[in-house]
């Protein structure tokens, strides 16, 4: 790992993997220790990832102020990032609700902004949220799983104002194109990384501008990518699709069979969609 200052004085941290150019990698959760990307896939055998903690997560620094947990402020550590690693500009990845800082990064810096890849994006920063319609899209294809009955009841009652404690572990198999071993792995280490102080103020008032962002999009010529998964209920494909049409020129591709974690369910369709992307090729054929 590898540290530098933030502009209030935080120290934080980011590790790299690979070689190649450089890709700053920006995790979601929100608030979720990084370690939960890995090697994104084995992409690092393409670029040299260079993947920050946010803030009071991994091994950067609980900040003094915790308002900096905010979704805006944190655009500044990105920065801060970008003058450390002497780059005039960033390729940019964000996953989740990574995205919504890579946004507002592309809003306030856009003349920083090299290729922006937004991963299973979460749409906050734009203002948009799925409708039951496009979450019903997602999981209703999933009925044949023996985890369903028991998904889609906690879903339901989560919907209703009825979840029960346990729902959100119940609803965690709609997040993966396979619930298999290695995804309930990867789903049982999310408690221990993610700060959930962090987590509550990262959508505080005044985390957002959806108009400021929305016009900021409309005006952007940068090459984007925004890749969905097939199944995820977190970022439907259909909400991913609305938040392409605000940015001209982005390229969409929804993966097949994958959840929001698209590099677990499948690593080589995930890196050769983002290596072409990041290489100015055209995208492979989902």
Known sequence: M????????????????????????????????SAYLGDLGGLGAYRTLIIPDSRGTGRSAVPADVSSYRCDRLVDDVEALRRHLGLDRLDLLGHSAG?????????????????????????RAVGLTAT?????????????????????AALDSMVSGRATADAWQAIAPFFYGRWDSAAEAHQAAEPGQRNQEAARVFGADGAFDPPA??????????????LAGEL???????????????????????????????????ADRFTATLTAFLEGASAPAA
């Open 2 to 33: 590898t540290t530098f200052v933030a502009p209030d004085g935080t120290t934080l941290a980011y590790r790299t993997v690979g070689g190649g150019g450089p890709l700053v990698c920006l995790p979601g959760g929100p608030a979720r220790d």
């Open 99 to 123: 995205a919504n800082v890579a946004l507002q990064y592309a809003t306030r810096h856009p003349e920083r902004v090299g290729r922006l890849a937004l991963v299973t994006p979460s749409t």
């Open 232 to 266: 995820d209920l977190g970022a439907p494909p259909g909400l991913v699709a609305q938040l392409g049409a605000l940015m001209p020129g982005a390229d969409l591709v929804v993966q097949p069979g994958a959840g929001h974690y698209p590099w677990l369910d499948d």
């Open 132 to 152: 039951a319609a496009l979450r019903e899209e997602v999981t209703r294809v999933r009925a044949g799983e023996p985890w369903y009955p028991e998904a889609i």
């Open 213 to 226: 962002a929305r016009a900021a999009l409309a005006a952007h010529r940068g090459p984007v990518l925004l």
